[in-house]
C-alpha cells in the first residue's frame, strides 16, 4: 500500500484531533514518520522491550510499537510533548539533578512511566513498585540507580535541588544538555527530517556462508513507492571498508561470497520506510549454500576451509610475549594449576539502533549525519566508497544514544551515502533491532588455557596463557582486542616468569569488536579465578592474595612495562576496600573480590593526537570545539569543565561543538580515552588563548598526544606499552546459604574525578553491564552461524528488580603526564566483577566457575537477576 491509497486511522494526540494512514505498522511509527513526534524513540519495535517508545494511551502507560493502528482508533494519546510545561520542567530537572541519565535514549519513555506511576500512587510510590514497573524499560547506561532516585525524589513532592553547570575540574554539577536529553528535545540521527528525504531499508544475507548466485531486484522494483535499488555493481570506488584492515565489504556482490548473516546484499531507497522494508523483503537472491566456519579452535586449524571470501586462511592475528622462564619456575613453585576459561559472546545492546542520514549539497559535495564513533575514520572510508576526494565529504557527529564500542565500525554509513549520493537526494536509513544484532561487532568469545603458579607464602612466579578468540569474518578491532588480553592476561599483579600467545580466529560467527573493556574483561575473569584457587592452596583470603602480589611504582608488569607512579592507585583500591572485606567476613556473607586494570588510551606504539578549538565570540560567548562522540559517557561536559576551569568563566557562556569541519580528529573514540585527551587538548587551546589575551573571532588551537608507547614485540626490554592505567577493586557480597547477591562495592581510583557525579554513574552503569556479564547475558551462535537470541529480553541484561545495592567509592591516584592525572573510568567499571562474583558464588556453594555467564552454566548458583 502506497501513500497514495492508504487508509486511515483517527485518535487525539496531545489534546489535538489526528489522523494518519492505517498502514503504519505501529502507532510509533505514525507517530515518528506521519505526525513528527520524536520524543517516543525507536529502540525495538516491535519487541515492546526496551520502554524507549512509551506514551500515555487513555490514560494508562503502554508501549507504543506494541499498538496496532487499529486498536489506536479512537483513543487519547499523550506523549512527553503534551506534559504539562510545568511538569516537564520538573520531571526533567529531576532526572537531571540525580544525574539519571546518560545517553539519553531511554529517558523520555522513563519519564512517561514516571508520570503515570506518580500520577496513580503519589508518595505513596515505594521503591518495590519502581522497580517492578521499571522492568518494562531497559537502560544500558546507567545500571537503574540514580533512575530510582530520580523517581523517589519526584513522588516525594519535595523541591528539586538547584543543579547548576559544573564550574571547575572536580564539581559534581549538571551534565551537560542534561533536560534536553531527558525531555527528548535533543534528536539523535532518526529524529533528523529534511525535505524531500528518502528512506533506506538494508537487505541483509540469508546464510552464514555462501557463494552469491544471482540478486534479482525485478518484483522489488515493482513495488510502486520504490525509487531505486542499489548493490555491489553500483559502487564507484572501494568495495572493502575497516577500521584497520579494509578487509569488510560493503556489499555483497554477485559472484561473491557470504561471511557472516550481517552481509548486505542491496539497499533499497523508497518514499517512505514502509515501502522500502517491504521492497528489501522482495528482493531474491539465488545461494549456492555452503558449510560455514563456526569452531574457532577448528577454525585455526590446518585442516580448515577459510572462512572468508577472498581471504586466505583463517588465522587474524597473532598477539605473543614471553619473559623470563615459565617452564622451570613453574615446575620448582609448590603450588601450581592447570585451568580452561571461556567467555561468552556478548551483544553491547545499546538502545538507539544504528542510523545515517545523508545529504548532497549543492556544491557538490556530501553531509552525512552520523552517531559512530569515529566520525573522520567514517568520512575516509565514505569517500573510498564513492571514488572521490575525502574533503568532498564532511560526516557531522550527532550524539548517539550509546555505543559501549559497538559504533566504531560502520554500519549503515557507507550503503546510505552511495544512495544518497548517486540519487542526489537525501536519504535516511536505521536498522531495525534485528538488523542492528546481525551486523555490528559483538564482545569476543574468549577460550583461556591457564598455567599458574606461587611459592609457600602466595607470591606468584609463574603464568603461561594460551587465548583463542572468535573474531567472526572481518577484521574490525579484533586484533586489538586479542592484543590487548594478551597484554592483560597476568590483570594488575606481577608476575616474573610469563608466557603469553593468543589468537584472534576468523569464522562466520559475529564479527568479534570493540565492546567496553576490550579484551582486559576475558583475560582478568582467567586472572582472578587463578588468584582465588592459589590462595585456597596457600591459606590465605583473597584480600591477602591480592595484597601480596599488587603492581606498585617501579615493578615490573606483564609484558615488561616497569610501573610509573599513577600504579599507586592499585594499593589504594585494595586498602579502601579492605574494612568493607573484613567486615562482610565477619558478617558471615559469600564474599567475592577482584582486581582490576585497565589502560586507557590505544598505546602500543600509536601516535595519538587529539586538537581542539576555542573561539571567544563577540556576543560574549565561547565555543569549545573538540574531537569526541559523546555517547552518554559525558564528554561534552567534560570539555565544558575544563574551559570552565582554565578560562575561569561561567559555564552558561560555554557552548560545546563536536567540529568535524577541521582536522581535530583522533580516531575513534574508544580505550576511555575521551575524558583523558579531550581534557588535554581543551587545556591546552585555553591555555593559548589565555596567553594571547583571549581576541575575539580568534580560533586558538591546543593538542594533546601520547607518542611514547611502544608497541607489543618491539625489541625493547621493558616497553611502555600504555601511557595510562585506571584501576579498581570490587567486592561482591552474597548470601552464604542461597547465593544471592546483596551488594557489590566498587572502589575505582580514576587519577582525578572530573565530575565525581558522573564519574561515579559510569561505574554504576559499568557494574549493571558487569553483574550481566558475569550471571546472565549471552549471545550464542548455532552451527549454521545463526544468533539463536534475537529480542532485548533473550539476551539476559538485568533489569531493576534484579539489580543489588552498588556503593561507589572515588579514589585518586593521579597520573604522571596526564592533564590534571586523568586516567579515565569507562571501561575499567567491570574489568574486575565477573572474578568477584565468581568468588562469592564459590564461597556460597563451594563451586569454582570457569564459564561465563555463570547461571546458565551452574544454574543451582543462584543470583539476582538469575
Excluded at 529524529?191 to 546464510?207: E, Q, S, W
Excluded at 552520523?370 to 564513492?386: P, T
Excluded at 552511495?418 to 537525501?426: C, Q
Amino acid at each position: 500500500m502506497t501513500i497514495a491509497d492508504a487508509r486511515t486511522t483517527s485518535f487525539t494526540v496531545n489534546g489535538a484531533p489526528a489522523t494518519v494512514r492505517s498502514d503504519h505498522p505501529t502507532l510509533l511509527a505514525a507517530l515518528r514518520e506521519e505526525l513528527g513526534i520524536t520524543s517516543t524513540k525507536d529502540g525495538c519495535s516491535p519487541q515492546g522491550q526496551c520502554g524507549c517508545c512509551t506514551v500515555i494511551m487513555d490514560g494508562k502507560a503502554i508501549q507504543s510499537c506494541l499498538v496496532g493502528m487499529e486498536k489506536a482508533e479512537g483513543k487519547e494519546i499523550t506523549t512527553l510533548e503534551g506534559f504539562d510545561q510545568d511538569e516537564r520542567d520538573r520531571l526533567s530537572k529531576g532526572f537531571a539533578a540525580t544525574g539519571a541519565l546518560q545517553c539519553g535514549f531511554c529517558t523520555p519513555g522513563i519519564l512517561v512511566r514516571t508520570k503515570s506511576l506518580i500520577d496513580a500512587k503519589g508518595k505513596d510510590l515505594d521503591r518495590r513498585t519502581i522497580e517492578g514497573r521499571l522492568g518494562a524499560h531497559l537502560c544500558r547506561c546507567t545500571g537503574y540507580v540514580r533512575i530510582i532516585e530520580a523517581i523517589e525524589l519526584l513522588a516525594s513532592g519535595e523541591p528539586i535541588p538547584d543543579t547548576p553547570l559544573p564550574k571547575r575540574i572536580g564539581d559534581s554539577g549538571v551534565k551537560y544538555e542534561a533536560e534536553e536529553l531527558a525531555l527528548g528535545d535533543r534528536g539523535y540521527v532518526g529524529d533528523i527530517t529534511v525535505a524531500g528525504m528518502l528512506h533506506g531499508v538494508v537487505r541483509l544475507a540469508d546464510h552464514a556462508r555462501a557463494d552469491v548466485l544471482k540478486i534479482d531486484t525485478t518484483a522489488a522494483r515493482e513495488i510502486p513507492g520504490v525509487v531505486d535499488i542499489f548493490t555491489a555493481a553500483d559502487v564507484p570506488g572501494d568495495l572493502r571498508v575497516g577500521i584497520i584492515y579494509t578487509d569488510w565489504p560493503v556489499f555483497i556482490p554477485e559472484g561473491g561470497r557470504t561471511s557472516f548473516l550481517g552481509d548486505v546484499m542491496a539497499i533499497v531507497v523508497a518514499e517512505d520506510h514502509l515501502t522500502a522494508t517491504r521492497a528489501a523483503e522482495a528482493i531474491e537472491i539465488e545461494y549456492n549454500v555452503l558449510t560455514p566456519v563456526t569452531d574457532p579452535m577448528t577454525a585455526i586449524g590446518d585442516a580448515s576451509e577459510s572462512a572468508v571470501w577472498e581471504l586466505e586462511g583463517n588465522v587474524l592475528s597473532v598477539s605473543e610475549y614471553t619473559r623470563g622462564d615459565f617452564d622451570s619456575a613453574y615446575e620448582s613453585s609448590p603450588h601450581k594449576l592447570h585451568e580452561v576459561f571461556q567467555t561468552q559472546r556478548i551483544e553491547h545492546a545499546f538502545l538507539e539502533p544504528e542510523s545515517t542520514l545523508a545529504v548532497p549539497k549543492e556544491d557538490g559535495t556530501l553531509h552525512v549525519y552520523s552517531g559512530g564513533q569515529g566520525v573522520w575514520d567514517d568520512r575516509n572510508q565514505i569517500a573510498a566508497v564513492l571514488g572521490i576526494p575525502q574533503d568532498q565529504v564532511t560526516v557531522e557527529l550527532v550524539s548517539n544514544g550509546g555505543a559501549f564500542g559497538g559504533k566504531e565500525d560502520m554500519s549503515n554509513q557507507a550503503q546510505t551515502a552511495l544512495a544518497a549520493w548517486l540519487l542526489k537526494k537525501p536519504v535516511r536509513c536505521t536498522f531495525t533491532r534485528e538488523q542492528s544484532f546481525y551486523v555490528h561487532a559483538k564482545r569476543h568469545p574468549i577460550r583461556i588455557e591457564s598455567w599458574a603458579a606461587c611459592d609457600a607464602d602466595g607470591k606468584l612466579t609463574a603464568l603461561k596463557a594460551r587465548m583463542v578468540g572468535d573474531s567472526g569474518p572481518y577484521a574490525s578491532v579484533g586484533m586489538k582486542v586479542l592484543e590487548r588480553a594478551a597484554g592483560h592476561a597476568s590483570g594488575p599483579y606481577v608476575v616474573p616468569n610469563i608466557d603469553v600467545h593468543a589468537v584472534a580466529a576468523r569464522t562466520n560467527n559475529a564479527v568479534g569488536g570493540a565492546f567496553r573493556g576490550f579484551g582486559a574483561n576475558q583475560a582478568q575473569f582467567a586472572m582472578e579465578g587463578i588468584m582465588d584457587r592459589l590462595a585456597d592452596m596457600v591459606g590465605i583470603d583473597s584480600w591477602e592474595m591480592r595484597s601480596r602480589n599488587a603492581v606498585e611504582p617501579g615493578v615490573v608488569w606483564g609484558p615488561g612495562q616497569i610501573m610509573d607512579e599513577g600504579s599507586a592507585g592499585a594499593r589504594l583500591c585494595l586498602d579502601t576496600i579492605k574494612p568493607f572485606f573484613d567486615q562482610a567476613t565477619a558478617d558471615g556473607k559469600a564474599v567475592g573480590l577482584g582486581l582490576g586494570l585497565k589502560n586507557s588510551g590505544l598505546g602500543n606504539g600509536f601516535l595519538e593526537i587529539a586538537k581542539a578549538v576555542v573561539r571567544f565570540n563577540d556576543d560574549d560567548t565561547v565555543e569549545v570545539r573538540h574531537c569526541w562522540t559523546e555517547m552518554g559517557q559525558g564528554v561534552h561536559t567534560v570539555v565544558l569543565q575544563v574551559a570552565a576551569e582554565e578560562l575561569d568563566i561561567s559555564p552558561e557562556r560555554i557552548s560545546v561543538i563536536v567540529d568535524t569541519t577541521r582536522e581535530l580528529g583522533a580516531g575513534q573514540t574508544t580505550g576511555s580515552r575521551g575524558t583523558l585527551m579531550g581534557a588535554g587538548s581543551v587545556q591546552a587551546a585555553c591555555q593559548a588563548a589565555n596567553a594571547d589575551g583571549r581576541k575575539v573571532g580568534v580560533d586558538y588551537e591546543g593538542e594533546y598526544r601520547v607518542d611514547w608507547t611502544n608497541k607489543l614485540g618491539d625489541d625493547v626490554e621493558n616497553p611502555i606499552l600504555h601511557s595510562t592505567f585506571g584501576y579498581a577493586a570490587q567486592m561482591v557480597i552474597a548470601d552464604k546459604t542461597t547465593g544471592d547477591i546483596e551488594k557489590l562495592v566498587a572502589v575505582h581510583d580514576v587519577g582525578r574525578a572530573v565530575n565525581p557525579a558522573l564519574c561515579a554513574g559510569q561505574v554504576e552503569g559499568a557494574a549493571h553491564m558487569g553483574l550481566g556479564y558475569a550471571l546472565t547475558e549471552d549471545f550464542p551462535y548455532d552451527e549454521e552461524g545463526r544468533p539463536t537470541n534475537m529480542t532485548l529480553r533473550s539476551l539476559g541484561i538485568l533489569r531493576p528488580k534484579d539489580m543489588p545495592e552498588i556503593e561507589t567509592i572515588l579514589v585518586e591516584a593521579p597520573q604522571p603526564r596526564a592533564p590534571y592525572g586523568i586516567k579515565g573510568v569507562g571501561e575499567i567499571g567491570l574489568v574486575p566483577t565477573a572474578g568477584a562474583v565468581a568468588r562469592a558464588l564459590h564461597q556460597s556453594d563451594g563451586v569454582y566457575r570457569t564459564r561465563l555467564p555463570m547461571n546458565k552454566h551452574h544454574p543451582t548458583a543462584a543470583a539476582n537477576g538469575g
